[in-house]
């Protein structure tokens, strides 16, 4: 595999910038890994585990010479990042980042972009509910999607970029701003929420029938419990950035529901029967479409985004 650039910096260093560092040195499409956390417990165990060609006590350092910056912090924490690298970033560089959302980043990114440098947004849809330095691994992106947001950022850059991601093993396709968001509000950030909502349902039952609910948890439950155990800051941020995308999709959820607690209430069969059934033969487009792929085991992940 040829080089794409030849020096990385990834700043943050949990699950997302640990995969990207296994996967990059899998294959080998950049000379130097710089990286860099804000707490010295993970600075610590990246030194200690091997992540990173060299981990820098400070941002600066970390993306001094860089061709390519990744920001690989909760979305929130994008906009503060910037502030701190942008005087610093090499001309002719690119930053990105693997934010779940992307109108919010652009907005607290790239006004602090300097001249000469290029922002394109990338986000990368895989992830675990594990998080830090030590849940990454180098095939978290492979045969996944990452959405490429360019919104006006060069081509050659973008393209380059995308020869990056490629090389991770993601297929990658572009997409406007306010589609990225509200695509990801339906097929991730909802479906967070539901899980968060049925585990909270469920431990409340709890309470009162002995712990049964957690006991006799079938598949569909465990699954719920999976996503709901996922990183708390990042998902606040989720929310907290992609307000409007995600009220717009609760809204219509919260109709269905109601169409279907009547159709339960009234016994009407045909229109429960009907629902289920157009959405298994939506659940078997997924499979067809190949979007089923599971993280590989290690006793412990799925890939949930
Ligand atoms: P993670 O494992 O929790 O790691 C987050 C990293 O960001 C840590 O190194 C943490 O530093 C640092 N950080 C947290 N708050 C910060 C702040 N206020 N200022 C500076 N640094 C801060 O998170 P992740 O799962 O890799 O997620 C990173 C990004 O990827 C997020 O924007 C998320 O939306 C996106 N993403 C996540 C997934 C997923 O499923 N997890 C999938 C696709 C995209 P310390 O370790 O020092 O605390």
Known sequence: MTKVYDRVALIGLGLIASSMFWAIKRAGVAGEVTGFARSQETRDTARRIGLCDRVCDSAIEAVEEADLVVLCVPVGAMGAVTAEIAPHLKQGATVSDVGSVKRSVIEAVRPQI?????FVGAHPMAGTEHSGPESGFATLFDNRWCLIVPDGASEEATERLERFWQALGANCERMEVEHHDLVCAVVS????????TMVGVADDLSRVSDQEVIKYSAAGFRDFTRIAASDPTMWRDVFLTNKEATLEILGRFTEELFALQRAIRTGDGDELFD?????????????????DTEAPDFGRVKATE
Do not use: C, D, M
């Open 189 to 196: 950030h909802i479906p967070h929420l539901i899980a968060y």
């Open 275 to 291: 629902y289920f059934t157009r959405t298994r033969a939506i659940r078997r487009g997924i499979i067809e479409a190949g979007q």
């Open 114 to 118: 300097p001249e000469g440098v290029n």
